[in-house]
């Protein structure tokens, strides 16, 4: 019988073992709130990883909600600190910064699938 962890076991062989050789360096930095009175955000959990880019498919652009030039990253979920979302999280792809447009977990909490735009 599958299991969510047997998924989360599966999900890091795949990605950190099978498909190794396609992993790229990501960092992932959670932002607090906006100190008034420093003008910063600070930031309050950072995670060096790694995750597999995969483009879009022609049909699946639109120009609203995917746009010529977005991708996927594929990371595990596991051992990260960071609060992965769009909203109050910076990503960088390969030392260069991006922007996370969406970002969907698979049932088995196993890995984030971001949509990613460059700057």
């Known amino acids: ?30 932002l607090g709130t906006f100190d008034y009175s420093t003008q910063t955000t600070p930031v309050i959990a950072t995670d060096n990883t790694q995750g597999i880019r995969l483009d879009f498919d022609k049909s699946e652009i639109d120009g609203q909600n995917i746009q010529v030039g977005d991708y996927r990253l594929i990371l595990l979920k596991q051992g ?5 979302r769009a909203d109050n999280v910076t990503l960088t792809f390969n ?12 049932p ?3 890995v984030y ?6 700057l």
Do not use: C, S, Y
């Open 95 to 106: 030392g260069k910064p991006v922007d996370i447009i969406n970002v969907e977990e698979d």
């Open 113 to 118: 699938t971001l949509q990613a735009r460059d």
């Open 108 to 110: 088995a909490n196993a």
């Open 1 to 30: 019988m599958a299991t969510r962890k047997g998924f989360q076991n599966l999900a890091e062989r795949m990605i950190n073992r099978t498909f190794g050789d396609f992993r790229d360096t990501l960092v992932l930095q959670q």
């Open 80 to 84: 990260l600190t960071v609060d992965v």
